[in-house]
């Protein structure tokens, strides 16, 4: 326009244009600048809210093999149980086969929920805990010096897998029993203790359900795991879920 229709060259259209031209061009930057952003957090949204789902599939995954975990063997071994018994003590027999399907109706009931009461969980590893005495005997001995009134909250089965973590890896003979105490601090911590005695032989463990345990707390909660060994003592603390913590789980 300015060239053709009037004849002007570039210095005397620069001289009169460069305000709008330079005004014009900050304005085109503004407005892309705004539309790119925009794009992105979009983007950024939609990819870590797509995170959040494919770690929870995970987790609830993790989960659902957490339970299949309680356990083939476990399972296995209280069937032998119940067929020694029924042989020379059928009461007995009668109260483990109760004790057994109560057990496994229990986590049925569980598999659905994400956190439960520090009480309830307490029931069910009595329950556990029970059935593995009769298999045990003597030789098993566990301790609670937990408060069951105590108005905290734990993930299912998490109080299960550390009693049977215990009974897994190490040696349990009425020569050496194995000693467990289960325990809640003053800062809401529950912690289960046992002394270490490996079984002669045994595979080095691999640790992985109790860091399945722990990462499924951290993504839940936030909070650690805390796992020690030393001087001949293995223990495993694990912060309760208090009331502000379940609000932000709900939310």
Not at 31 to 58: C, D, L, P
Not at 129 to 152: M, P
Not at 164 to 193: R, Y
């Amino acid at each position: 326009w300015f060239k053709v229709m009037l004849g002007q060259e570039w210095p005397e259209f620069w001289r009169f244009a460069k305000a709008t031209i330079i005004s014009e061009y900050i304005i085109f930057v503004i407005i892309t600048s705004i539309i790119y952003a925009t794009s992105f957090f979009r983007a950024w949204k939609k990819e870590v809210t797509e995170s959040e789902k494919i770690k929870r599939e995970a987790l609830a995954l993790q989960y659902k093999v957490l339970q299949d975990q309680v356990n083939p063997h476990f399972l296995f071994n209280s069937l032998n149980i119940l067929g020694s018994l029924i042989d020379f003590d059928t009461q007995k027999a009668k109260v483990f086969t109760r004790e057994l399907s109560l057990f496994y109706r229990e986590v049925l009931q569980l598999k659905d929920r994400d956190i439960i009461s520090l009480k309830e969980e307490i029931d069910f590893v009595k329950r556990y805990i029970f059935l593995q005495q009769i298999r045990f005997g003597e030789a098993l001995q566990v301790d609670f010096a937990a408060n069951e009134n105590l108005a905290g909250m734990v993930i299912p089965l998490s109080l299960q897998a550390m009693v049977e973590n215990a009974i897994k890896h190490n040696e349990i003979s009425v020569a050496n029993p194995l000693k467990i105490v289960i325990a809640v601090t003053d800062d809401h911590e529950l912690i289960v203790e046992n002394n270490l005695q490996p079984k002669p032989l045994y595979e080095e463990a691999s640790g992985t359900g109790l860091q399945n345990l722990a990462g499924r707390y951290q993504f839940l909660t936030g909070k650690e795991v805390v796992i020690t060994k030393d001087n001949g003592y293995f223990r495993v603390i694990l912060p309760l879920i208090m009331m502000a913590d379940q609000t932000s789980i709900t939310q």
